[in-house]
C-alpha cells in the first residue's frame, strides 16, 4: 500500500507554541484520521474529517483538508509538553486505511 | 465510542513458537477487521484485510502461510505468527470497521521473539 508523506518528520518547539504538520496523500479517500502515538504505545484516535469537509476543530486541534492538492494539516495549538509524541495521518478510501509516515513532536517545557 | 480490545498487550516468545493475538470489537459487529505491524520508528504496514467468514486477503510481500489469520465471528479476530524469529518482533495492531466503515484501532501488541 502506499503511504502517505508527512511533514515535517520531527518538529520540535517550546511549551506553548503552536505546531503545525503536514500530510500528502495519493489516491482518493472517503475520509482522513489523525492519531497521536506515544513511545511504544497504541493509538489514539484524535480527529476524522469528511472528504466534503474543509476544516474540522476538536478542543486545541484544528484540521485541514485540502482534496485538490490530496493534502490535510494538523494544528496544535497552546502546545503542551503532553503532547509529545508521534503523529499520524490515515487515508481511509474504501475499506482501507493507509497510514502516513509520521512527525514526531517534541513539546520542551 | 466504539472499543477494540487487543490480547495480550505484550508477550515474549521463543525462537520456533507461535504466538496468538486475539484482537475484539467490544461493543459493535465488525465485518472486517485489519492487521497492521509497525517496526520501531516507522509507520504502521497493512499486513492483511480480513472479512468474516472467509479468508484474509494479504498484503504483498506478507506471508499468509506464516501469519495465519481468522475471523470466526463478528467480533473476534486472530493473527497467528508461526514459527516466530526475532525478525518477527513488532508492535502489532489491529483495528475493526463499523457497517459504516469507520476504523477503531485496538491498543496493540507486543511482540518480543527471543
Known amino acids: 500500500s502506499q503511504q502517505g508523506e508527512e511533514d515535517p518528520q520531527a518538529l520540535s518547539i517550546q511549551e506553548g507554541e503552536n505546531a503545525t504538520m503536514n500530510c500528502s496523500y495519493k489516491?482518493?479517500?472517503?475520509?482522513l484520521q489523525w492519531y497521536r502515538q506515544n513511545s511504544g504505545r497504541g493509538l489514539v484516535h484524535l480527529i476524522l474529517i469528511r472528504s466534503n469537509e474543509r476544516e474540522k476543530h476538536s478542543g486545541r486541534l484544528r484540521v485541514t483538508l485540502d482534496t485538490s492538492k490530496k493534502s490535510s494539516s494538523l494544528l496544535i495549538t497552546a502546545s503542551r509538553a503532553a503532547d509529545t509524541a508521534s503523529y499520524f495521518c490515515?487515508?481511509?478510501?474504501?475499506?482501507?486505511?493507509?497510514f502516513g509516515t509520521g512527525t514526531k513532536l517534541q513539546v520542551i517545557p | 465510542g466504539a472499543v477494540v480490545s487487543q490480547h495480550p498487550s505484550w508477550v515474549i516468545c521463543k525462537s520456533g513458537t507461535s504466538v496468538k493475538i486475539e484482537c475484539r470489537s467490544l461493543?459493535?459487529?465488525?465485518?472486517?477487521m485489519f492487521w497492521y505491524r509497525q517496526f520501531p520508528k516507522q509507520s504502521l504496514m497493512l499486513m492483511a484485510t480480513s472479512n468474516e467468514g472467509s479468508k484474509a486477503t494479504y498484503e504483498q510481500g506478507v506471508e499468509k502461510d506464516k501469519f495465519l489469520i481468522n475471523h470466526a465471528s463478528l467480533t473476534l479476530s486472530t493473527l497467528t505468527v508461526t514459527s516466530a524469529h526475532p525478525e518477527d518482533s513488532s508492535f502489532y495492531i489491529c483495528?475493526?470497521?463499523?457497517?459504516?466503515?469507520?476504523?477503531?484501532f485496538g491498543p496493540g501488541t507486543r511482540l518480543t521473539v527471543t
Open positions: 490515515a487515508t481511509v478510501g474504501y475499506q482501507k486505511v493507509t
Open positions: 489516491t482518493s479517500i472517503n475520509n
Open positions: 461493543d459493535f459487529q465488525a465485518t472486517t
Open positions: 483495528s475493526a470497521s463499523t457497517i459504516q466503515s469507520e476504523q477503531y
